[in-house]
Structure formats: structure tokens, C-alpha cells
């Protein structure tokens, strides 16, 4: 039996070798028409895809892949799904990989996307720069990076929110209502947006002439510790605390509890706010002031540079930092 | 160039096929000895990973697709995390592929995971029965249901939460606790869950001698529309409720909202009962009751289930129906 060619069946079927390649993935734009007529082809040449990593990533797979940390994050989950209806859209799909950040998954993954041909990568978050270490063929897949440093910062465009900015604002949010003495209530996890917010909160201090000391100013809490409501509590009562910006709304959620559990108020006692804006953050009592990300904006950026990098590799460009807003609830009035 | 073949790489690595195939992929057990072993062979050869789609599923690839219609559902990205962690300890990646209840989309990614040459498929949810009536390769690849209907039941194992179980008991909880007109609170959209949930409602009124009518108990409302205070404003001014089942924390959230607006106190005139127990039914005001899903038996189960067939086609089990268990708060006091 004759062995075809995907550019035999492009001939038998009178159309570009592209298209074909579109019909076998499913992916891009043509006619049922179009469907009906290679399809007919593989079936009568028994045509088998017979592709190495290498030529299919060349011919395009139409797929991209995103490694994400935690798909149970609010903001992770909002910003791929966004990206996923943009990237389907311009006739891509997208393979979802959460890496729990865990090294030695995010390295699995990498290996597994690189095996399976994808077009190109979006990577959000992490605690590290990221690169391609661990694999054999190194910068061989296009990728850009949302609220990650890149190794290679010449080879990719990193995007993020104005994490600075955001926590800046809600900062003096709080000074301007009255807050003499702001506290910071972070994870101990490091992360590239989480620095930057961390910088924000302390430059707010300065313009402000608050002095500005990591034992009053900063609370490391980690919400997922059976000591949390202690740690909590020692804090408030050896401090003045009269506000709080949370570096996440999870955090901001479990202090406006464990806050009312100790008898004290909110917002008249000690003001709150939190970061990423979530649907529960108006359910909540009080309803909590939290900064907002643009994820529209985000998830249009991501994709946009990364097309552009898989057409024309080398061609990247600035890193791009979009606006965050706050939005006041009662938690900070 | 002589052209290397998967057997060739294993016999000069002296190590078995199955090991080169876990080197390649970065999937499963093996010594970092092993794997420079093996690499340092495929750089001497120039190998190149040469397969067809069917010849690597034969060889295993060792990575299994994940139909999920909305990852920014709790339930969801739950279960998701819950199976990810699993297989990979299992030495599987998975992919994560995003449908947003679109059925082109479905069929999109039905046909990418199989051009990617998946070991096997989980689908979860949706809202007609499951079959691969869009690809070319019927049955080809092993799958499970979670919450979706297969179409074919023989080839597969349904798994899911006993929703009937969870809805009779979250009703007769308003029931016992002095509710005498009970109403379920659902979005028009049908699931095979919501179906589940539907006759568990109607059943506990009927063992508890409530008349049931779909005017006065059935109250059908999207919180995504505009119109959903009105919906909800209308319904409770025209009949007497005083208890409320809603088919998931995401309506019964609303509700708790949009009847403190109406000037009604919960639990005090109206009950209500969610499902999912989603993390912030916790923090929300009055605190909501809520039926807890077992994501760690449904991920357990899925797995488990999956592999089997994997391993054995053709060797089928039973449906699995995994407990529920209702979570008291103060809405249903």
C-alpha cells in the first residue's frame, strides 16, 4: 500500500496542505464542505497521521498550552477561561495544565506540551522565573508569561496587572479614611505579584510619613494553619492595628471573621481590604472592598503577544502592565 | 543516517521500551540515572519521536483528557485538582480541556485529544448524554462519566454524587424544622445532577404529604440575568414560602441577598439550603446550609474506574453513586 502524504491528501482533496491540517485537529475556520471532502480522502487513502513533535509543531497543531497553579483560584480560572474564548475563537485550542505549584509537575507538564506539539505556551504564576531548564530543547516553544518573570526577558513578553499600583491605592484607601497605622497580611509564599504589592503597601507608608517596621506593619499568616485564628489574634492585640490590605481575598475573607470573633468591629474598628475581587466579596459581611484585576484586558494581552511571537519569532515586545481599579464595599468606608 | 526506532533507543540505553517512553514523556517512575542514560542515547542518535496518533495510544502516552464545561465552578475545579493529583502520582499528566457548555467546543476538543493521542477521556457534566458522535474513531478511546449520562453504558462507568439522596434530605431538613410549603430554586438549564436533585425535592414533599405544583413549589430563575430581583421579588410576594432548596450555593448566595432586600429575615421567615458547600458559605450572611458533594471519593472513584478500563477494555463496572451529606449553618436554623 502506497504511504500518503499530508500533502497527498491536500492534492486529492483540492485544498491547501494548511487546511487539511485544520480539518485533522478540528481547528481554524472551513465549510462542512470542506470537512466532507478530506475527510473522504483519509478514509479512502487510509491516510495515517504520522507526525514527529518537531514537523507538527512546523505545520501547526493549533493548540496552545497554559500552565497554571491552582485552577481553584478565582483570578487563575477567570483569566484562562477568558483566554480560552479568545484562543477558540482564532480557531486555536487550549490544554490546561495545573502544576499545583510543584516543581517537579511543572517540569512533567513542560515535557508533556513539548511532546504533544503545541504551538505555544502561557504561563501564569510561579514562585521562580521561569525557563525552560528542565527540558532538551530549549526557547523551541514560543511562550509569554502572565505575573511571572521570564529567565530570557528578550525572548517573550511578560504581562501583569499594576499589582504596585493596586496595592498602593488600596493603601492610601485606607490612610485617607483615617487608618494611622496599616498592616499588610500576606502568605509567606514569595511570588512576582505578591513583591510587587508588598513594595506598593510600603511606598504608601512612606509618602505618607508613616514609619514603616516589618514587626507592626506586616502580618505572615497562611489561612491554610490550624494556628491561624492565634497568630490572628496575638497580632491585633500587641499591635494598633486600625486597617488591613490583604495581599488576596481569601485572606481578607478569613480576617473579617476571625476579626468579628475577637469583638472587634469592621469597618469601625479596623478597616479591610483584599485583592482579586471575587464574586463572594459582595456576599460577604461586611461586603469586602477589594482591588480589581482586569482580566479582559489580561487575557486579550496574553494572547495577542503570543500569536505574534509564534508568527515572527524574535519580534517581542515590552512587558505590558494593565490598570487594576478598587472597588469600596463596606469593609473600608 | 540509519533512522532509530523506540526499540533501538531502549536496547543501546539498556533499558526496557516502556522506560524510554516514560523518559520521553517525563511521565512515571525513574532514576535520574535512567534518564540521562536514555537522553544522552536519543542525542547521540538523533532519534526523533516519530509516531501516529494510534501508535503512540498503543504504546501509552501516558496522559488522559478532562472534559469540564466551567473550571470557575468550585465543584468542578475541585474534582479536577482532586483526579490531576491522583493520576500523577499514578505517573499520568493530564489535560485540561475547558467546553463553557458549548457543544462545537466539545467536539473541538474531543478531536484534539484524540489527534493528541490520550490514553483515556473523563467527562464531566453536561447536559445531554455523553457519546463520541463527533469523531471518526468511535469508542476508541476509554472513557468515564462523572454527572453525564454515557450514551453508551456498557463501554464505560457513570459516576456520580447521589444528588436524589442530597435534595430529599436538604428538603426534608426544611420540612422538619417547620417549613409546611417548600420551593426549589433552579436555573432552566438541564443536567443529569439537576434532574437527580429535582425528584429528590419532589419526593420529600410527597413522603411529608405536601402537595407539589410547579407554580407554587418550582421557582426558576438565572442570577445571571438582569430581570433575577424581580423573578425573585415577584415569587415570594405571590406565594407562601418559607423554605428554600436551592439546586446550588451560586442561587442559594443570591437568595440570601435579594430576601434580606425584601425585608424578610432568614432563617426566621424563609429557610435555605445550597448545594455544593462551596468555601464561602461559610462567610456569608446568615451563614448558608449546604449539601457537601465527596470530591475525594468522586476523584478516587473516576481514577480507579478508568484505569481499569484502560487496562481491561470491555471490563465495565456498575454506576457509582457517591454519599452526600448535608452541612448545617445558620440559614436553615
Known amino acids: ?11 486529492l482533496s483540492g485544498v491547501s496542505v494548511a487546511t487539511v491540517s485544520r480539518v485533522i485537529n478540528n481547528n481554524g475556520r472551513f465549510s462542512e464542505e470542506t470537512r466532507k471532502k478530506v475527510l473522504k480522502v483519509i478514509d479512502e487513502t487510509g491516510y495515517q497521521m504520522n507526525y514527529s513533535a518537531k514537523s507538527l509543531r512546523m505545520n501547526k497543531s493549533f493548540s496552545i498550552g497554559i500552565l497554571v497553579p491552582d485552577i481553584s483560584n478565582y483570578f487563575f480560572s477567570d483569566v484562562v477561561q477568558k483566554i480560552e474564548e479568545i484562543l477558540f475563537d482564532k480557531g486555536y485550542s487550549t490544554i490546561i495544565c495545573n502544576t499545583t505549584r510543584n516543581n517537579e509537575k511543572e517540569a512533567a507538564y513542560l515535557q508533556m506540551l513539548e511532546s504533544k506539539g503545541v504551538d505555544g505556551l502561557i504561563v501564569i504564576s510561579g514562585a521562580n522565573e521561569f525557563g525552560f531548564d528542565y527540558t532538551r530543547s530549549e526557547k523551541d516553544i514560543p511562550y509569554i508569561c502572565i505575573d511571572r ?22 493603601t492610601e484607601a485606607l490612610i485617607h479614611s483615617g487608618c494611622k497605622s496599616p498592616v499588610i497580611a500576606m502568605h509567606a509564599r514569595r511570588s512576582s505579584s ?12 512612606k509618602k505618607n510619613n508613616i514609619a514603616f517596621s516589618k514587626e507592626k506593619n506586616v502580618l505572615i499568616a497562611d489561612i491554610h494553619t490550624e494556628d491561624f485564628p492565634e497568630v490572628i489574634s496575638k497580632f491585633i492585640n500587641e499591635n494598633p492595628v486600625d486597617g488591613i490590605f490583604a495581599i488576596n481575598d481569601s485572606i481578607a475573607m478569613e480576617l473579617l471573621q476571625k476579626i468579628a470573633k475577637l469583638g472587634k468591629k469592621i469597618p469601625e474598628d479596623i478597616k479591610v481590604i483584599g485583592f482579586d475581587n471575587m464574586p463572594q466579596d459582595k456576599y460577604s459581611s461586611p461586603t469586602l472592598s477589594s482591588v480589581k484585576q482586569d482580566t479582559d484586558k489580561i487575557a486579550a494581552a496574553a494572547v495577542d503577544s503570543l500569536l505574534k511571537i509564534i508568527a515572527s519569532p524574535g519580534e517581542t515586545g515590552d512587558a505590558i502592565l494593565i490598570p487594576v481599579s478598587l472597588v469600596v464595599r463596606e469593609s473600608s468606608l
Open 194 to 205: 505578591g513583591k510587587e504589592r508588598y513594595n506598593g503597601f510600603k511606598d504608601a507608608l
Open 1 to 11: 500500500m502506497k504511504k500518503y502524504s499530508i500533502k497527498d491528501i491536500a492534492k
Open 149 to 170: 518573570e521570564p529567565k530570557d526577558k528578550d525572548s517573550t513578553v511578560f504581562i501583569s496587572s499594576n499589582h504596585y499600583q493596586g496595592a498602593f491605592e488600596a
